[in-house]
């Protein structure tokens, strides 16, 4: 659940005089949406927190904070066709971020579901992986979620290049080390709160 977006969420509304029925009807929501916002059990999408900082009178960059600093452990995925880079490279971010759930795929197709059902903040992503591109797979999780965050890890410096066209956060030389995510983590376009030993 989401208590500290919640509760900033229903003062917010309540500052500017407006019941869920009404602040629905400007979003073009149903007020149960609203409701359910409020109560922690679901969070807005990007498309949604835009409209309701038109709505709310508030810079859009402060519902993205309080989104991005919820009380559930952040969704962290890794996909890369090898599964020793993948093992070693999830053991780095699991030191890093002890607090998140760190799920690693080897197919792009199983992180795709996975992002589908879980709002995913930051996708670590081979850009090589045989048959599929990386690049390919940061388009359609950003489809999913235009917040997830999405940091390349490659052998190779040039297609650094290519990485930047997406709106990928950042770009890692393989192999993944602690130093590397954690200076990565500093650049995220959309930040969100992670629990380590400096964060």
Known sequence: ??????ENLRKLREERGLSQKQLGIQMFVNH???ARWENGTRLPDAAMILRLARCL?????????????SDEAPNVIMVDDSSVILSDGVSVLEEVMPDATIMGFIWPQE??????IKRVELAVLDIEMGNSSGLEL?????EINPTTNV????????????AWKTEA????????????IKEQLKKLR??????????
């Open 57 to 69: 009178g508030v810079d859009v960059n402060t519902l993205l904070m309080m989104v991005a600093q």
């Open 151 to 162: 940091v390349f890890l490659n052998a190779y410096a040039d297609y650094s290049l290519d």
């Open 32 to 34: 149960s949406t609203i």
């Open 190 to 199: 959309y930040p969100f709160l992670w629990r380590g030993t400096d964060e």
């Open 169 to 180: 956060s950042g770009f890692i030389l393989k192999p993944l080390t602690p130093d590397g």
């Open 1 to 6: 659940m989401n208590g500290l977006f919640a």
């Open 138 to 142: 940061c388009r359609k999780l950003q």
């Open 111 to 116: 992180a795709i579901e996975y992002a589908r």
